[in-house]
């Protein structure tokens, strides 16, 4: 394939064209896509806004294959005259001049409205009669031997007109028009051969919904919950926009891997989501009202407790803190938290229950602590044979027991 570079529009035309069928052109790219990766193809690229409206390059073992697509959605028919024909028509030829021989290249006029008969104006106007169909009925249907002696006129005088409006002068405008006169009738059928007219077509309505069925039938291909559906489309839209900002050919295509990654993402996500513990949702709820801090809830059961002891305790909780803060899942720290909580709080109450006097000795704190780790570990290890569980280790216990201590979640009186 040719250097990407030399193979876009001639004329920049955004001005004139501006935002009208944007979105049909990012639903057809990604309609595209889809239907790829339904047929399971493995090499099929796509961008939009490069070349053509919808720009496909497919890559395999016989070869490479380009599919240019002009989006036309309208609410009036179109003619041979119509401005929006004659300038795709335009762009088809300044592409298909820089193709190399060698490769595959097809055409699309893609449009939601159907064909309506010409009127006898510009080069038309020439002829005394025209045919009684319609010529773009005539060239769907490949009857050139009557559609192109009409044509042929009608396309030159707009590609010359085109070219020598966008040339400055000097830098070739000639050149155009020796070109479009070179090409030999044979050439011509060669030329709208490659052409796909698509008319009365889905508009961008019909087009979503057509995604939408896409993409039901791959999240069953890939066992994919369908209530992802919508996310994995906006997803697939965005991708696609988003990507055609990028400088540089290649980060503007679009690879139809990309799009199975973002269902097997949903799979891992639904995985993820079946192995979550629910109690996430029970760790928002609690109210934490103790103000103060493991430092004050210890000295306030325990005045002569060992100041290098505390120091030990206090960096354990920022470790602890530190690697709760750094762990991908949130919603899975919040689930383990709440049952160390849980089972603690429920061992707190019975253990002060227990006692008369309100005061505690250092050993009679360490090794209650060590209680509470011991039977937490052992319910975190149980859990872990239902639940993905972000820590399976006696020490982490002991950090998190910590930081319930110093948040206000747990205390000794």
Not at 120 to 134: D, N, S, T, V
Not at 186 to 191: A, K, L, N, T
Not at 375 to 393: A, F, G, Q, R
Request: glycine share 4%; net charge negative.
């Amino acid at each position: 394939m040719k250097n990407s570079q030399y193979i876009k529009n001639d004329i920049n035309t955004e001005a004139d064209s501006g935002l009208k069928g944007f979105g049909l052109q990012k639903l057809r790219a990604a309609e595209r896509l889809l239907l790829a990766l339904q047929q399971n193809k493995k090499g099929i690229f796509c961008t939009i806004e490069y070349v053509d409206d919808v720009f496909e390059v497919g890559i395999g073992k016989d070869g490479t294959f380009i599919k240019a697509e002009q989006n036309k959605n309208y609410s009036t028919n179109f003619s041979i005259n119509s401005e929006e024909v004659k300038n795709s028509l335009r762009i088809f030829i300044d592409t298909w001049r820089k193709i190399e021989e060698d490769e595959n290249i097809v055409f699309v006029f893609y449009t939601n409205v159907g064909i309506k008969k010409e009127r006898r104006a510009g080069e038309l106007a020439k002829f005394e009669e025209l045919p009684e169909e319609p010529l773009l009925q005539l060239l769907k249907e490949k009857n050139y031997d009557k559609a192109l002696p009409f044509i042929i006129p009608v396309i030159k005088q707009y590609y010359i007109a085109q070219h020598s409006k966008h040339e400055k002068e000097g830098t070739g405008e000639d050149y155009y028009k020796y070109y479009i006169d070179s090409l030999t009738p044979e050439r011509w059928v060669e030329f709208f051969e490659l052409i796909e007219w698509k008319f009365n077509e889905k508009d961008e309505w019909g087009v979503r919904k057509s995604i939408d069925n896409i993409v039901s039938d791959l999240c069953y291909k890939f066992d994919v919950d369908l209530k992802y559906k919508q996310y994995i489309i906006a997803q697939i839209l965005d991708l696609v926009e988003s990507q055609a900002l990028e400088n540089g050919f290649l980060n503007q295509m679009v690879h139809v891997a990309q799009v199975e990654v973002l269902f097997k993402d949903y799979v891992r996500e639904a995985k993820v989501q079946e192995r979550l513990d629910p109690m996430h949702q029970k760790w928002d709820e609690i109210e934490a009202s103790d103000a103060r801090d493991i430092e004050e809830k210890i000295y306030s059961v325990c005045p002569q407790f060992d100041k290098n002891s505390m120091e030990e305790i206090q960096d354990d909780f920022v470790n602890g803190k530190f690697e709760q803060e750094n762990y991908g899942n949130k919603k899975a720290v919040k689930a383990y938290n709440y049952r160390i909580y849980n089972k603690c709080r429920r061992e707190i109450k019975r253990f002060l229950l227990s006692r008369e006097d309100k005061t505690l000795l250092e050993d009679e704190i360490q090794n209650f602590i060590n209680q509470l780790v011991e039977e937490s570990y052992e319910l975190i290890i149980d859990k872990s044979k239902t639940y993905d569980i972000p820590y399976l280790d006696r020490e982490m216990v002991y950090k998190s027991i910590l930081i319930l201590f110093q948040e206000c979640y747990l205390a000794l009186d």
